[in-house]
């Protein structure tokens, strides 16, 4: 059974409207005004809930747009993919109801469904997040378009917070993610502009009932700790996505650092340490290259413990010495 959401039709101004669309045209700009041989396919990660069905059928509005004043250096293709987690007994019902939704709109639909290993030790969140991830990228399209927002900006900022990481998580999430082929057209916005968005055009869209299950941390930040913020701060929830920004915008800085001091430190094939070398640089500079080390070669960030092990073991190894770390789970 299909549990679908409506809001009573809302009479927002045509101006903005059009505000919504234009903002997830300059979203887009930078890699959509580029010159492709052919036009780029957009796919869309289409859950059926409010977000991805307000994304999905916003690309559909600039599409069609697009199309009918011959706006040609930022037309594309769209298409959608609905992931099949097969965790709710609601499952079957919701791929059928995403299916009929892009039927309707002629939008090439494709439905994948996945396994997912409830005892992998990393939780059903991370678990299903990762497999819908793979799914994702193995398909055919030119970028995945997520339907995040600047709400969901802010909770992955608490919840990072929550698990001490460091710069590189607590810089969350990217509108534009060239390595993975992703985009966020609306983390700029807030949650209440794709309501608006929804009440408009009269879209209906399902309701997980996982999504208010608090035993999940991220339920657990948006039902709990965002309201109780709310009642303080007004604006915490954009607030924070700014200071998202201002730590990526860090982040991207030590990731310059790094092959500032790679380019003495590692090897051109970043596959060795000059020990020498990195002895030479500060403590903050040396864990910072170990990880730009690591990432380089397609590993996965260490804790804090790992690498003041890391560090420890290289810096006072003898020149002789075979140093072995283990750094991921074989």
């Not at 079957?92 to 030790?121: L, M, T």
């Not at 730590?247 to 380019?263: K, M, P, R, S, Y």
Request: glycine fraction near 4%; hydrophobic fraction near 40%.
């Amino acid at each position: 059974m299909v549990s679908l959401k409506k809001l009573s039709k809302s009479k927002l101004k045509t101006s903005e409207l059009d505000c919504f669309l234009n903002q997830i045209r300059l979203a887009l700009a930078p890699l959509l005004n580029q010159d492709h041989p052919t036009r780029p396919t957009l796919l869309v990660a289409y859950s059926g809930g409010l977000d991805s069905t307000v994304l999905l059928h916003a690309l559909y509005q600039l599409q069609s747009a697009i199309d009918d004043i011959a706006y040609t250096e930022f037309k594309f293709n769209l298409k959608a993919m609905h992931v099949h987690h097969g965790l709710s007994p609601n499952a079957d019902d919701w791929a059928d109801y995403c299916e009929q939704f892009c039927i309707k709109r002629a939008i090439p639909f494709e439905k994948n469904q996945v396994n997912i290993q409830q005892d992998s030790g990393l939780g059903i969140e991370a678990t299903a997040r990762e497999a819908r991830y793979q799914a994702l990228n193995a398909a055919k399209a030119d970028f995945i378009c997520l339907a995040h927002h600047q709400d969901d900006q802010a909770e992955t900022l608490l919840l990072q917070l929550a698990r001490g990481a460091g710069v590189k998580g607590l810089a969350s999430m990217a509108t534009i993610d060239l390595k993975r082929r992703l985009l966020r057209p609306l983390l700029g916005m807030p949650k209440s502009a794709l309501m608006q968005y929804a009440q408009v055009h009269q879209l209906q869209w399902i309701e997980d009932e996982s999504n208010a299950d608090t035993r999940y941390d991220r339920n657990f930040i948006r039902h709990t700790l965002l309201p109780t913020f709310d009642q303080r701060y007004a604006s915490i929830r954009k607030t924070l996505a700014r200071s998202a920004t201002h730590i990526a915008e860090a982040n991207t800085l030590l990731d310059e650092l790094a092959v500032i001091d790679a380019t003495s430190t590692l090897n051109q094939q970043h596959q060795t340490v000059n020990i020498e070398q990195l002895k030479r640089l500060s403590l903050a500079r040396q864990r910072n290259l170990i990880r730009f080390w690591l990432t380089s070669n397609g590993l996965s960030l260490p804790n804090t413990a790992l690498l003041h092990q890391i560090l420890q073991q290289l810096t006072t190894a003898k020149l002789d010495a075979l140093v072995k770390i283990k750094v991921t789970e074989e």
